[in-house]
């Protein structure tokens, strides 16, 4: 590939393989060397020829795959029109893809970190908790589903954090595995101030890192502002041009697929629109 | 490429700059408006929401025109909507999506006192007065524009503007509701646009924006197959600009005020139009590649360009290709 390619043309890639995480949930790893750099929290759109083009994070390859240089994977939730057609596809079925795009989330000086996911909003911290790995960041991370056929990643998790001193917390709503509740429950008895779960060693942050249903996230943010807990969140918005040209994924005066997706909490706060209303296709506003 | 480092703080980003004072070189009239500089955001680009409006404005844009907005939402049309298909060029369908009139005269209605031109588009001359009914009173609004030229829609945009007769109905229609300017928006169909145009003016139109999208499409070889899912879009971007030149130059020879766009990237490209006729400037798909920044910079090149060529204001430059 030449080095100046414009990461904005649509590169058309072959599935490599498939992995199936839960009924509903599927992996599907392909080769593309600037997907395959992409950095935390960033993401591609996706298109599937004659069906949708949609914006889905970049999942990381499992490391035990041979020949997995340049790979880079999608994990998607089976949902509407878009998503099936994509959760559909069969190895040797081609895709194209453009980006990556948007911001990342940022380490700094942070040492000790608390990572909040909810359904496929745990893909691009899977991406971050392999970079806090290699930096040997101590890490917790929630892994929230409803119930405990819906749980993924969590041994994926444990790999990629294997160099680090690290814990994975699972939760579901219905308690039939892990801990019961949400995942903003489990972090609410991690950071509360310190008064519950005292004991527990990783009860104090440097910062957490959220994605997932936005009113997880706001939560999240409310639990981490009450806690004086910095934090990056990775929006979603509707998508359509990725770059910033047609307004569609605007919240306030930012655009997310160009000034986000990730945002901390001093940005956070100046949005109205943030865990309140998002617009639709046609751009009208719409609450949660 | 998306400069996304650049990008951090929320409500302006770093390589942003805020407004300079208002340059007299710069200031233009068109279409009775005064406008601070001749640099206006096209329709459809960043055209949805109030509160980018006015990061716009702050980041130079002399004027802002609305995404084309019609008397219902539409949805448009399902993604991939905007292909890029590199140099600077851009093919889009998104099938007019827009809040409709309703919602989106509730959003520009906080008078914020940024100059906002309101696109309109509609199937017949009947849908456009109860829009401007909407749009009338709100102190942002400082004008419509007519998109008679949408080069995708069924019985919409060039559908109607290929027709001399209705366009004619449409601009009667509207001016008999405001006292604001009217601007018809045109591009390249079926009917000739110089003519267009001068059934636009002859009706009472203020001035003409040319062009619109030029129809056209792009099929992705590994696959066979067109990469929009309407198959057919609008071509913008660079790949337009000779098309655009040549029918502002026209259009202006013709003696109707002109706002030019199309392809419009840098600040030579800017003179290029306002040389061949143009009183003012939209830009539209630059802001994909250069970002907001584009105002500002185009507004610095054109004051330099000024200088050097012993020019006080812009306006003295308009349509001086004609004598050629
Ligand atoms: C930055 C970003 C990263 C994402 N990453 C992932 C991921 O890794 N895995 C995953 O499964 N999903 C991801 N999504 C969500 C994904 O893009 C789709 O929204 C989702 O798969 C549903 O699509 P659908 O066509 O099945 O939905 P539909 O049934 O057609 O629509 C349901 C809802 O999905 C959302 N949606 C549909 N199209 C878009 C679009 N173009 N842009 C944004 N939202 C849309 C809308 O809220 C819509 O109301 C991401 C979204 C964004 C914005
Ligand atoms: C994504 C996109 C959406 C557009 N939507 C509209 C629209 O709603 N109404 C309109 O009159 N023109 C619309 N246009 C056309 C632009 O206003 C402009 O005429 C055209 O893109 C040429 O200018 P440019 O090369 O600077 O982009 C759209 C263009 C693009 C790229
Ligand atoms: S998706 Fe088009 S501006 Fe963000």
């Not at chain 2, 959003?107 to 696109?119: L, T």
């Given at each position: 590939?030449?080095i100046?390619?414009?990461?904005?043309?649509?590169?058309?890639?072959?599935?490599?393989?498939?992995?199936?995480?839960?009924?509903?949930?599927?992996?599907?790893?392909?080769?593309?060397?600037?997907?395959?750099?992409?950095?935390?929290g960033?993401?591609?759109?996706?298109?599937?020829?004659?069906?949708?083009?949609?914006?889905?994070s970049?999942?990381?390859?499992?490391r035990?795959?041979?020949?997995n240089?340049?790979s880079?994977?999608?994990?998607i939730?089976?949902?509407?029109?878009?998503?099936?057609?994509?959760?559909?596809k069969?190895?040797?079925d081609?895709?194209?893809?453009?980006g990556?795009?948007?911001?990342?989330f940022k380490?700094?000086?942070?040492?000790?970190?608390?990572?909040?996911?909810?359904?496929?909003?745990?893909?691009?911290?899977?991406?971050?908790?392999?970079?806090?790995?290699?930096?040997?960041?101590?890490?917790?991370?929630?892994?929230?589903?409803?119930?405990?056929?819906?749980?993924?990643?969590?041994?994926?998790?444990?790999d990629?954090?294997r160099d680090?001193?690290?814990?994975?917390?699972?939760?579901?709503?219905?308690?039939?595995?892990?801990?019961?509740?949400?995942?903003?429950?489990?972090?609410?008895?991690?950071?509360?101030?310190?008064?519950?779960?005292?004991?527990?060693?990783?009860?104090?942050?440097?910062?957490?890192?959220?994605?997932?249903?936005?009113?997880?996230?706001k939560?999240?943010?409310?639990?981490?502002?009450?806690?004086?807990?910095?934090?990056?969140?990775?929006?979603?918005?509707?998508?359509?041009?990725?770059?910033?040209?047609?307004?569609?994924?605007?919240i306030?005066?930012?655009?997310?697929?160009?000034?986000?997706?990730?945002?901390?909490?001093?940005q956070?706060?100046?949005?109205?629109?943030?865990?309140?209303?998002?617009?639709?296709?046609?751009?009208?506003?719409?609450?949660? | 490429?998306?400069?996304?480092?650049?990008?951090?703080?929320?409500?302006?980003?770093?390589?942003?700059?805020?407004?300079?004072?208002?340059?007299?070189?710069?200031?233009?009239?068109?279409?009775?408006?005064?406008?601070?500089?001749?640099?206006?955001?096209?329709?459809?680009?960043?055209?949805?929401s109030?509160?980018?409006?006015?990061?716009?404005?702050?980041?130079?844009?002399?004027?802002?025109?609305?995404?084309?907005?019609?008397?219902?939402?539409?949805?448009?049309?399902?993604?991939?909507?905007?292909?890029?298909?590199?140099?600077?060029?851009?093919?889009?369908?998104?099938?007019?999506?827009?809040?409709?009139?309703?919602?989106?005269?509730?959003?520009?209605?906080?008078?914020?006192?940024?100059p906002?031109?309101?696109?309109?588009?509609?199937?017949?001359?009947?849908?456009?007065p109860?829009?401007?009914?909407?749009?009338?009173?709100?102190?942002n609004?400082?004008?419509?524009?007519?998109?008679?030229?949408?080069?995708?829609?069924?019985?919409?945009?060039?559908?109607?503007g290929?027709?001399p007769?209705?366009?004619?109905?449409?601009?009667?229609?509207?001016?008999?509701?405001?006292?604001?300017?009217?601007?018809?928006?045109?591009?390249?169909?079926?009917?000739d646009?110089?003519?267009?145009?001068?059934?636009?003016?002859?009706?009472?139109?203020?001035?003409?924006?040319?062009?619109n999208?030029?129809?056209?499409?792009t099929?992705?070889?590994?696959?066979?197959?067109?990469?929009?899912?309407?198959r057919?879009?609008?071509?913008?971007?660079?790949?337009?600009?000779?098309?655009?030149?040549?029918c502002?130059?026209?259009?202006?020879?013709?003696?109707?005020?002109?706002?030019?766009?199309?392809?419009?990237?840098?600040?030579?490209?800017?003179?290029?139009?306002?040389?061949?006729?143009?009183?003012?400037?939209?830009?539209?798909?630059?802001?994909?590649?250069?970002?907001?920044?584009?105002?500002?910079?185009?507004?610095?090149?054109i004051?330099?360009?000024?200088e050097?060529?012993?020019?006080?204001?812009?306006?003295?430059?308009?349509?001086?290709?004609?004598?050629?």
């Amino acid at each position: 590939m030449p080095i100046n390619i414009d990461i904005n043309r649509i590169r058309v890639v072959i599935i490599d393989k498939i992995v199936h995480e839960t009924p509903t949930v599927k992996t599907i790893v392909f080769k593309d060397r600037l997907s395959s750099e992409a950095k935390p929290g960033q993401f591609l759109m996706v298109w599937i020829p004659r069906g949708e083009e949609l914006p889905m994070s970049v999942m990381v390859p499992d490391r035990k795959d041979k020949n997995n240089k340049d790979s880079a994977a999608l994990t998607i939730r089976k949902h509407g029109y878009g998503s099936t057609l994509l959760f559909d596809k069969r190895p040797g079925d081609i895709l194209g893809v453009r980006g990556p795009y948007g911001n990342e989330f940022k380490i700094g000086q942070n040492k000790k970190v608390l990572l909040v996911g909810g359904g496929t909003g745990l893909v691009p911290l899977m991406r971050l908790a392999r970079k806090l790995n290699s930096n040997k960041i101590d890490t917790t991370i929630i892994i929230g589903a409803r119930t405990k056929e819906e749980v993924f990643f969590e041994r994926m998790a444990n790999d990629l954090l294997r160099d680090t001193r690290h814990q994975v917390i699972v939760t579901t709503e219905d308690g039939s595995y892990g801990e019961k509740g949400y995942a903003t429950d489990a972090m609410a008895r991690l950071v509360d101030g310190g008064k519950q779960e005292r004991s527990r060693k990783n009860a104090k942050f440097d910062c957490v890192y959220t994605c997932g249903p936005e009113l997880m996230m706001k939560k999240v943010y409310d639990l981490a502002a009450s806690a004086s807990l910095p934090v990056q969140a990775s929006l979603e918005r509707y998508m359509k041009c990725g770059i910033g040209i047609c307004s569609s994924c605007c919240i306030g005066d930012q655009l997310v697929c160009r000034d986000g997706t990730i945002y901390n909490e001093r940005q956070l706060s100046t949005m109205a629109e943030f865990g309140r209303m998002y617009r639709d296709k046609s751009g009208r506003r719409v609450p949660y | 490429m998306a400069k996304s480092k650049a990008n951090s703080k929320a409500g302006r980003t770093t390589n942003e700059r805020t407004v300079q004072p208002d340059d007299p070189a710069l200031a233009v009239t068109v279409a009775g408006l005064h406008l601070r500089n001749p640099t206006m955001l096209a329709s459809g680009i960043l055209g949805i929401s109030q509160d980018i409006f006015a990061r716009l404005y702050r980041a130079g844009a002399g004027a802002i025109v609305s995404k084309s907005i019609s008397i219902e939402p539409i949805e448009g049309y399902r993604n991939p909507t905007i292909v890029s298909l590199g140099s600077n060029s851009y093919l889009n369908a998104v099938g007019l999506a827009n809040p409709g009139a309703e919602a989106f005269s509730k959003e520009i209605a906080p008078s914020r006192g940024i100059p906002i031109i309101v696109s309109l588009v509609g199937s017949s001359d009947k849908e456009f007065p109860p829009m401007v009914q909407k749009f009338d009173a709100l102190g942002n609004v400082i004008g419509y524009e007519v998109n008679l030229s949408c080069p995708h829609v069924a019985k919409m945009g060039m559908e109607v503007g290929d027709d001399p007769e209705m366009v004619s109905r449409i601009v009667k229609a509207i001016k008999a509701g405001t006292r604001k300017p009217v601007i018809i928006k045109v591009g390249i169909g079926a009917a000739d646009v110089v003519k267009i145009a001068k059934v636009a003016k002859e009706s009472g139109a203020d001035a003409i924006t040319a062009i619109n999208t030029i129809r056209a499409m792009t099929i992705n070889i590994e696959t066979g197959m067109p990469v929009l899912s309407n198959r057919i879009g609008g071509l913008s971007g660079a790949a337009i600009k000779p098309a655009a030149v040549r029918c502002v130059y026209e259009i202006s020879k013709a003696g109707i005020p002109v706002i030019g766009c199309g392809g419009i990237t840098t600040w030579e490209d800017a003179v290029e139009f306002i040389l061949a006729g143009a009183s003012a400037v939209q830009i539209g798909s630059a802001i994909g590649n250069r970002w907001i920044d584009v105002f500002a910079e185009i507004g610095a090149g054109i004051k330099k360009y000024l200088e050097r060529k012993g020019m006080k204001n812009v306006m003295e430059i308009s349509g001086l290709a004609h004598k050629y």
